[in-house]
């Protein structure tokens, strides 16, 4: 039988908040149904193309299902293709593994009646899995993509598309988010399916969201930063009003974020191998600044404290979790040093920056020499905002609660005194996603300045 052949038809310009893509739409001589191709970046005749050929789900994709990791999987791929900058995600019209939707909402029933969703396709008269690669290995020759990379977890689809001349230099995982609707899916896939995931215990009844921002994909980009600078990746996070504020007044803790928010937060927190935070927050929230809700990776409590006047009894010096390192102004006073030597704390003297505070230029130098690969700064004002000054963070996440508070901002003013006029110097996010976290909205980005554009 003669393999398919498969016709461009056309193709247009389409941005996304993951970045931008061209999407084809391709007919073919197999069947009526119009497959798809987004392609990033230039991909004819390069090697080792980043690819996902994921088939159609209308539940997952679309609804955001979560009896299943099809959405999250299209989403994950679509963030790793354009942060990669090239790539193709092939949308095959293959919805419930090739039986159609009114099969899959049929086998969903029965799932429910206890079947897992083998058993259920089998029922209904279907294979496990009817799809069929070899489409998908045909736009592939027509966008000229030499050797590809694919994004799956199934080594059935790896086998189908080598066999039909598709040549895979490398299977990239996919990991997904357990939760106590796609559990029972999730282990099927392993256990019957061959799928190669690391679910780990039998933990899924946690109510986690499937679309939730990909950790997995910021540790590997950590990791990256670090080994090409020696010096560590910065996440600057914090959460906000919808007025931008981030306490009622000066020195008053507020809580903002909600109990989903923060587990975020605590997860984001023991991502990163150290928490940052200026004296002032030290003074007004007395922070643990360790990991709770669940996780046990504690960060290492990193302050900024020019002139040394974190109290002894801080909570950072007596709670769960990694000493503090205290960094300070040269020639400290010698009584305050001793007093946080003897409550565990690593004092380091740094040279001041211009405006007293401490050189975040040689803070970052010190904390790479330490193998501080990663730093989350949480705040206060000062620090984010000298932060940003400095251009000195690779990923910006902020939380923000429905509520108006009217009291001190999130940030000061980011102007220089040569530059205050001059709005277009002031950084953008590229890379924007977003997400809710119950009642909270979380954005995040990479932080572009005019210079690095």
């Known amino acids: 039988m003669d393999s398919p052949s498969v016709q461009r038809l056309t193709g247009a310009r389409i941005p996304t908040v993951d970045g931008e893509f061209t999407l084809f739409l391709y007919e073919n001589s197999e069947d009526d ?50 942060e990669e900058g090239q790539g193709v995600i092939l949308y095959l019209r293959q919805e419930g593994r090739g039986i159609g939707l009114q099969s899959k909402l049929r086998a969903y029933n029965l799932q429910d009646e206890g079947y897992d969703t083998v058993e259920a396709n089998r029922m209904l008269g279907h294979e496990a899995d009817e799809r069929d690669y070899t489409i998908a290995a045909t736009i592939l020759e027509d966008l000229g993509v030499s050797s590809v ?32 609707h796609n559990e029972d899916y999730l282990r099927t896939k392993v256990d019957r399916m061959r799928h190669i995931l690391d679910l780990g215990p039998a933990n899924g009844h946690s109510q986690g969201n499937a679309h939730a921002s990909s950790l997995q994909s910021l540790e ?27 306490a009622s007044e000066a020195g008053t803790p507020l809580p903002i974020s909600g109990e989903e928010a923060l587990d975020f937060t605590h997860r984001l927190r ?4 150290g928490i940052l935070v200026g004296i002032g927050t030290v003074l007004s929230d007395d922070p643990r600044l360790n990991v709770r809700r669940g996780e046990t990776d504690h960060p290492i409590p990193i302050v900024l404290d020019s002139s040394l006047r974190c ?10 979790g990694p000493d503090p390192l205290i960094f300070t102004a040269p020639d400290p ?29 040689s803070l970052l130098e010190e904390l790479g020499g330490r193998h501080v690969t990663s730093v989350m700064v949480e705040g206060g004002t000062q620090v984010l905002t000298a932060f940003l000054r400095r251009q000195q963070a690779q990923r910006i996440i902020v939380t923000v609660a429905p509520m108006f508070v009217g009291g001190t901002p999130a940030l000061g003013s980011l102007a220089q005194a040569e530059s205050a006029d001059a709005p277009d110097e002031f950084p953008h996010l590229t890379h924007v996603q977003q997400r809710w976290y119950g009642d909270d909205l979380v954005v995040e980005g990479d932080p572009v300045w005019p210079a690095s554009d």
């Not at 670090?226 to 981030?246: C, H, N, R």
Request: net charge negative.
């Open 33 to 82: 149904k119009d497959h798809l191709a987004l392609v990033c970046g230039d991909v004819e005749g390069h090697d080792d193309v980043l690819v996902r050929a994921h088939s159609e789900c209308f539940t997952g994709d679309v609804l955001g299902s979560l009896r299943c990791d099809c959405g999250e999987q299209l989403d994950t791929s679509m963030r790793r293709v354009a």
């Open 149 to 180: 990379r694919l994004l799956t977890n199934n080594p059935g689809k790896v086998e189908d598309l080598t066999e039909r001349g598709i040549d895979i230099t490398k299977r990239a995982p996919l990991k997904p988010h357990v939760n106590q």
């Open 220 to 246: 590997q980009r950590m990791e990256r930063h670090f080994g090409e600078t020696d010096t560590p990746f910065v996440t600057l996070t914090y959460a906000q009003s919808l007025d931008g504020s981030i």
């Open 270 to 273: 023991a991502l990163h191998d």
């Open 311 to 320: 109290p002894p009894d801080a909570q950072l010096l007596t709670c769960e």
């Open 333 to 361: 006073a010698s009584d305050r040093r001793e007093a946080l030597t003897a409550r565990g704390a690593t004092i380091h003297e740094l040279p001041c920056a211009p405006n007293g505070g401490v050189c975040l230029d």
